[in-house]
């Protein structure tokens, strides 16, 4: 029977946030982002292990209490130069099997909500490809130039904004990872492949914290789902 696991990125630093602090432990709610990303995965019974993978230099993990958690969440201090070499090294270290499916959610979209991880799931489990979470595009599109003067106006019919959890099986994305490095998510990788995952619909709340401003939506978000 196939099983369901979670890895998490969280080797990087995200400089676009103009902090000493690592993205990843930046506070939000009276806790590290990352505490917030992994507790709808590790709060999911489907799923039976959270991989954390973190750079071989943490040492500001273990500072925290992840006791919420138990011994779902496992960490791996085995992070690379690139997203694509951290998913890649947590994947080969989890040792899973080949059939086995994995959600790869960023450690920096604190507010996936359950009802969202739920339905990527239900939709992808008998899926021959995988696929992710996303939502259409609703915004005008605009194409610039260097000098940031609009060239044009990008149709935006069929064009969807990638999310995550990606949710792929290992062998899968193992190989995926393995002839395509150059990616900025899963998704890419397997699509470099030939192949074509699926489109799950999320919602704009399951956004990435990018920019300090970020912080604030992020904050309010959860303080409120909270408050409930």
């Given at each position: 029977?196939?099983?369901?696991?979670?890895?998490?990125?969280?080797?990087?630093?995200?400089?676009?946030?103009?902090?000493?602090?690592?993205?990843?432990?930046?506070?939000?709610?009276?806790?590290?982002?990352?505490?917030?990303?992994?507790?709808?995965?590790?709060?999911?019974?489907?799923?039976?292990?959270?991989?954390?993978?973190?750079?071989?230099?943490?040492?500001?993990?273990?500072?925290?209490?992840?006791?919420?958690?138990?011994?779902?969440?496992?960490?791996?201090?085995?992070?690379?130069?690139?997203?694509?070499?951290?998913?890649?090294?947590?994947?080969?270290?989890?040792?899973?099997?080949?059939?086995?499916?994995?959600?790869?959610?960023?450690?920096?979209?604190p507010c996936l909500t359950k009802?969202?991880?739920?339905?990527?799931?239900?939709?992808?489990?008998?899926?021959?490809?995988?696929?992710?979470?996303?939502?259409?595009?609703?915004?005008?599109?605009?194409?610039?130039?260097?000098?940031?003067?609009?060239?044009?106006?990008?149709?935006?019919?069929?064009?969807?904004?990638?999310?995550?959890?990606?949710?792929?099986?290992?062998?899968?994305?193992?190989?995926?990872?393995?002839?395509?490095?150059?990616?900025?998510?899963?998704?890419?990788?397997?699509?470099?492949?030939?192949?074509?995952?699926?489109?799950?619909?999320?919602?704009?709340?399951?956004?990435?914290?990018?920019?300090?401003?970020?912080?604030?939506?992020?904050?309010?978000?959860?303080?409120?789902?909270?408050?409930?």
């Open positions: 029977m196939t099983s369901f696991y979670a890895l998490v990125p969280a080797a990087g630093f995200g400089a676009r946030m103009g902090h000493e602090l690592p993205k990843q432990y930046l506070p939000i709610a009276g806790r590290p982002m990352l505490y917030h990303a992994l507790k709808t995965l590790c709060d999911c019974e489907q799923i039976e292990s959270v991989f954390v993978v973190l750079s071989p230099d943490d040492t500001l993990f273990q500072g925290y209490d992840w006791s919420d958690f138990g011994g779902k969440l496992q960490t791996l201090y085995c992070g690379g130069e690139t997203r694509a070499d951290t998913v890649l090294n947590g994947l080969i270290a989890s040792e899973l099997e080949p059939d086995d499916w994995v959600l790869v959610h960023d450690a920096a979209r009802a969202h991880l739920q339905k990527l799931i239900d939709e992808l489990k008998d899926d021959a490809v995988g696929g992710i979470l996303a939502v259409k595009v609703a915004d005008t599109i605009k194409r610039a130039d260097d000098k940031q003067r609009v060239l044009h106006t990008e149709d935006r019919a069929g064009l969807w904004q990638a999310q995550t959890p990606q949710m792929f099986r290992l062998e899968l994305l193992t190989l995926a990872l393995q002839q395509c490095k150059s990616v900025t998510d899963e998704a890419s990788a397997v699509e470099a492949m030939g192949l074509n995952p699926r489109l799950v619909a999320g919602d704009a709340s399951n956004f990435k914290v990018t920019y300090p401003e970020d912080l604030r939506l992020a904050e309010l978000l959860l303080r409120e789902r909270t408050c409930a």
